[in-house]
Each structure stands twice: as structure tokens, then as C-alpha cells.
């Protein structure tokens, strides 16, 4: 089966930057199927999603090079017209911030039914039933009275059912959705995502989640790709990558979980920080941090399969686990 | 049919029902006693100068030679004229065209400035730089002056005036509307509009023009009252309402020769003018306030 979307080698950087914040990143998202983006601020996972919906925002961040693929067009070709056609069509985008990502101006019925009317020739009253179609299906309660009010008066978990609503509103074949509960409570974290599993389900769609949870990842990943300082460093399968991590960062990611429930121990941490665009290494960029560092790092490692659909980027891999 | 739905929203986890915005906006501005007194002088002189034709007044031109510049009385409240015209009707009347001047100028202002001012923040480019370098040429020179320029241009009538004062005030709204644009432009509701496919048309007119109503709703009414000064000075320089309509500007300018002898002349017409800026004035920072996005 062919994916859905095909990004290759793409690249991102600010204009008139040396080194790219984005480099050489390359994933497969197949229909039905949840990647997650997993890595730390500023690694590049949301401007990746942003160069994909076309809404990098231009002049100052500019996609360098390499090709995206969606249902066999390449989205960085496509003519303006074409690209705004697939947004919120058959590709849609869920926001990190529910509370500001609803125009404040238009009730929220209005909204979807901008979404809904921007794709579809349908009457006002059709847009409408599919707008109140939607506030059920994302479980919002009391949904004919919800379509008359104004965002502010919706809690934070309403705003991001609505926003769901909005993006899943004209049934797009691939969802984006960029930390879609980082801004909102643990409790409601956990609503949201059950609801965007859930609908993923029934509707099919294939979904690329951009998170730094990894207990999101855990729970709802089929694969996942871990990103570093821009680059790709880690990906395969969920269960390879948490049961057989060989990256030192992924390593370290998943070292730093706190567990519920054995023995109390400090929290392992991943040393040091990030290095700026302008102090990035040569060759492996995670090298500074790395507790594994030899001479060898200095030149960039390729993202080498391991075993089948698991690769990483790291001349230490295989780690001999065992051995430890 | 009554399983729980295991991805429905808890009860009780609803947000408060909080009034609407503008709802709110407007209790702030009921509890503003300035600006409820700016909008009762508005509102007043609006009432006067709606009702000027079925109020007890003579005409506005209408001579009583048998008293010229007669000081105030019961026949003539508020005096009469260097012609025996009755002082109060023409203050009646006039008031029509000061409010005329100041609401259809600042109408022109915004209808040409706003669009041009949206245009210019949302594109950005050597659209913004073609927009702005025209609109500072305007700036660069003093409003009235400006104002004056234009109408002398265009010709000494009432019309003429307010489109010469809208003009003039236009390169405000653009400026404002420009700015408001580029700072809803990065709202993230904006490009989750983008995101939906909005097109270019709907993001401007439903997600950007709404959302910068409030600063030029503002700007508008304080600009009123600058309007009207300045039909009042295009009028007392006779480039403004020609006589025998009457409009205060014009008045004071008859009125300066009598200072002396007949000092009612000047002095309605001055209060009136003081009164209604001082009320839009009023009115317009009460609206600021009612309005401020940071305590909404």
C-alpha cells in the first residue's frame, strides 16, 4: 500500500541563515495510520507541519529544498489555488491553542460552516446541519446552542472539540495536528485524545501528531519519528522505539518519564541544551550531549535501518543493551 | 442506547456563561458618567438638528428688519443678527450642518481609508510601501491646512467641505486600519482560517475587518469632533456652507465684525461648537476605555 503522504529530504530555513532548522527530513504517513513528531521546542517538528499545509510564513522561513507528496501531488508545486483547496479539504490542521485559534468576531457555528461552504457548494442550511453534525460527532454538549455562541463562551476543551469539528468538517484524508492538547488540562488532555482517536477510526484518516508527551505518543502512535536540533534521529515502529530505543537521545527521552508507580528515583535528565543554529556541530548534532561521543561523531551519521522499519541516526547503533 | 460514551465531555466541565463581549463593553461604558455625559450632548444636539424643521423657530433665513442685532429677549432668545435673523433658528439649523459635516466626513475618511489600510496590512510588500509613502505624503502636512488646500480645489459649498475634511482624515483610518491588520494578521485564528482554506476575500471582510472594528470605532467618533471643527474653520473662511444656509462656522465669521455691539452673535455658536466637540471628545475616550482588549 502506497502512503498517504511522502515527505522527502525536506528542508526549511530562515532566509539568509547558514544551516537550515529543518534538515533532510523524510516520513511516510499511510492512511489510517497516527506518526507521531516527537522532540523538544524548537527541533522543527511544527514548521515541518506548517511547510506542509503551505502556511509557512513567508519571507522570513523558506523551504530549502525537497518534495512532499500527498495522494500523488507534490504539495510544494501546486498552485495557490490548488494548495488552498486541500486545506481544510482533504488535509486539515488542529492548533495548539484552542483559546486563540476561534475568531472571537463569528460564533462558532459560523465557523465550521465557513469551513464546510469554503469546500463544498451546499446551501447555508446544509452547511449549517453539517456544523451541528459535527459539534455532536466531537460530543459537545447542547450542540444547537453552542452553534449561536461566540467562542469565549466555551471552556478550553470546547474550543478544541469545536476546532476538531472545524478541521474534520469536510472529512480530509490526512489530519495535522500540531501539541492539539498541550494547552489544556491533564484531565481534558485526556477527553481530546480519546476523541480524536476515536473519530480518526471511523473516519480513516491518516494522522500525523506533533507532540513532546510521550506518554501521548505511547498511547495513541502506530509509528514514530524523533526529531533533533531538525534532523530525523529515530524512527520505526511504537513499540521498537519504546521497547528498543537506540538513539542515545530517544534513550534519554524515555529515561526521563516519570513512573507512577516502583521505586522513587530522581528523574533521569538529558545534559546540557540544544546548541543555537549558530553553534550547531558538524556531523552528529546531538554529539555534545551524547554520554556515547567518540571522534567517529564528527561526521553526520546516516539514518541507518537497524531492523525492519526501525532506523536511526547514530554510528553507536545497535546499542548492545545487554551488555550494560 | 444509554452506554456511556466513553469520549464525551464530563458534565459540570462547561465554561461559565459569561455575557458577550460587547455586552460587557457596554456596562463598562454605562458606569462611565464622562462618557454618558459626552453621549447626552451628542445625542442632544443630534435630536435638535433632526427636529429643526418641526421646532418653534422661524426660518433660518427669515429677516425681522425691525430688529437688527437685537440683544437677547422673550421674542428672540438668543438675539439676532447683523440681518434680524433670529439667532436660535439658525443655531437650530446650523447644528444640521455640523453634524452633517462631521458624520459624512469621517464616513468618507473611513470608507476610503480602511480598505486601503487593510489592503496595504495584509499584503504587505510594495503594496504597504506604495499605501504608506502616500499616506505620509498627507501627513506630512497639517490637517486644516490640508483640509483648506482641498477645498479651495474643489470649490466653496457644504459638499465640497466634507469631502475635502474626509480626505484629509483619511490617511488616520489608513494608517489604524493598516496596523490592526498586521497585528490580527498574526492572530493564530487567522491562520487556523488559513488553514481551513479561507480565501483571501472572506479571511479580510470575516476574520480581519471585524476584529479591528473596536480601535476604529474609537478613532471615528474622536475624529467626529475634528471634523467639525474644521467645517466650522472652513465655514468661517467661507469655504464651508454658503450663505444664507446657515452653519456655525459661518455665523462666528459674520459675528466677528459685532463683537462689540452684538457679542450673542459669537458667543452661541462658539459655545455650541465647544459643547458638541467637547461631547464626541467625551464619548470617544469613554469608548477607548469601554473597549480596551486588555481588560475584556
Known amino acids: 500500500m502506497s502512503a498517504l503522504l511522502e515527505v522527502r529530504d525536506l528542508s526549511i530555513a530562515i532566509a539568509g541563515a547558514a544551516r537550515p532548522l529543518v534538515d533532510h527530513v523524510s516520513f511516510d504517513v ?12 524548537g527541533c522543527g517538528k511544527s514548521l515541518t507541519a506548517l511547510a506542509l499545509m503551505g502556511l509557512l510564513s513567508n519571507p522570513p522561513l523558506r523551504r530549502t529544498g525537497g518534495t512532499a507528496r500527498f495522494r500523488d501531488r507534490d504539495l510544494f508545486e501546486l498552485p495557490p489555488r490548488e494548495l488552498r483547496d486541500l486545506r481544510g479539504g482533504e488535509m486539515a490542521m488542529i492548533f495548539q491553542e484552542p483559546m486563540t485559534s476561534l475568531n472571537p468576531a463569528l460564533t462558532v457555528g459560523d465557523q465550521i460552516v465557513e469551513a464546510v461552504r469554503t469546500h463544498r457548494a451546499c446551501s447555508a442550511a446544509e452547511a449549517r446541519d ?26 478550553g476543551g470546547m474550543r478544541q472539540r469545536a476546532m476538531i469539528a472545524m478541521a474534520l468538517a469536510n472529512d480530509p484524508a490526512l489530519l495535522i495536528a500540531d501539541e492539539p492538547t498541550t494547552a489544556l488540562d491533564v484531565t481534558v488532555q485526556a477527553q481530546v485524545l480519546d476523541l480524536m482517536v476515536t473519530l480518526q477510526r471511523e473516519s480513516g484518516a491518516g494522522m500525523m501528531l506533533i507532540t513532546h508527551d510521550l506518554g501521548v505518543v505511547a498511547g495513541l502512535a502506530d509509528r514514530v519519528a524523533v526529531m533533533y536540533a531538525g534532523r530525523i534521529v529515530e524512527t520505526g515502529p511504537v513499540a521498537a522505539i519504546f521497547d528498543d530505543p537506540q538513539h542515545p537521545y530517544t534513550l534519554g527521552l524515555i529515561r526521563s518519564i516519570p513512573a507512577l508507580s516502583g521505586e522513587r528515583r530522581r528523574l533521569a535528565t538529558v545534559p546540557g541544551t540544544v546548541p543555537t543554529a549558530a553553534a550547531m556541530p558538524p556531523g552528529c548534532r546531538f554529539a555534545p550531549r551524547c554520554p556515547f561521543a567518540g571522534p567517529d561523531c564528527r561526521a553526520a551519521p546516516p539514518l541507518a535501518e537497524i531492523t525492519p522499519g526501525h532506523r536511526v541516526a547514530c554510528h553507536r547503533a545497535p546499542i548492545e543493551e545487554k551488555a550494560a | ?12 466541565l462547561d465554561a461559565p456563561d459569561l455575557p458577550p463581549r460587547r455586552s460587557r463593553a457596554w456596562a463598562k461604558l454605562r458606569r462611565n458618567p464622562a462618557a454618558i455625559a459626552g453621549g447626552g450632548i451628542v445625542l442632544f444636539f443630534a435630536v435638535v438638528a433632526l427636529l429643526a424643521p418641526v421646532l418653534p423657530v422661524p426660518g433660518p433665513a427669515e429677516a425681522d428688519w425691525s430688529a437688527v442685532r437685537a440683544a437677547p429677549s422673550l421674542a428672540h432668545p438668543f438675539g439676532t443678527d447683523d440681518l434680524g435673523r433670529d439667532v436660535l433658528a439658525r443655531m437650530v439649523w446650523g447644528a444640521q450642518a455640523s453634524l452633517l459635516a462631521g458624520v459624512v466626513s469621517v464616513a468618507i475618511a473611513l470608507a476610503l481609508g480602511v480598505p486601503l489600510g487593510m489592503l496595504a496590512g495584509y499584503r504587505r ?28 480645489f474643489l470649490g466653496p459649498s457644504l459638499t465640497n467641505a466634507m469631502i475635502a475634511i474626509g480626505l484629509s482624515a483619511m490617511p488616520l483610518f489608513v494608517r489604524l486600519a493598516r496596523g490592526q491588520t498586521m497585528a490580527v494578521m498574526t492572530e493564530d485564528y487567522v491562520e487556523s482560517a488559513r488553514a481551513i482554506g479561507v480565501g483571501h476575500l ?41 450663505p444664507p444656509a446657515p452653519s456655525w462656522g459661518s455665523m462666528l465669521n459674520v459675528a466677528k465684525n459685532y463683537l462689540e455691539v452684538a457679542p450673542w452673535m459669537a458667543l452661541w455658536p462658539g459655545i455650541a461648537i465647544f459643547l458638541v466637540v467637547l461631547g464626541f471628545n467625551l464619548l470617544g475616550d469613554g469608548l477607548r476605555d469601554a473597549l480596551d482588549p486588555r481588560d475584556l
Open chain 2, 125 to 152: 510588500g510594495w503594496t504597504d510601501a506604495v499605501i504608506s509613502r502616500f499616506t505620509e505624503a498627507l501627513l506630512a502636512a497639517p490637517f486644516l491646512i490640508l483640509a483648506i488646500a482641498f477645498a479651495a
Open chain 2, 202 to 242: 472572506a479571511t479580510v471582510g470575516r476574520y480581519v475587518l471585524p476584529n479591528i472594528v473596536p480601535p476604529l470605532l474609537v478613532q471615528a467618533t474622536l475624529t467626529i469632533a475634528t471634523a467639525i471643527i474644521a467645517e466650522a474653520s472652513l465655514s468661517f473662511l467661507g469655504l464651508g456652507q454658503q
Open chain 1, 30 to 41: 499511510a492512511a489510517g495510520e497516527t506518526l507521531c513528531i516527537v522532540g523538544e521546542s
Open chain 2, 1 to 12: 442506547m444509554t452506554a456511556v460514551d466513553p469520549v464525551a465531555l464530563e458534565p459540570g
Open chain 1, 130 to 155: 453539517r456544523a451541528l453534525e459535527m459539534l455532536r460527532r466531537v460530543r459537545i454538549p447542547a450542540p444547537e446552542k453552542r452553534l449561536g455562541e461566540h467562542p469565549h463562551a466555551l471552556s
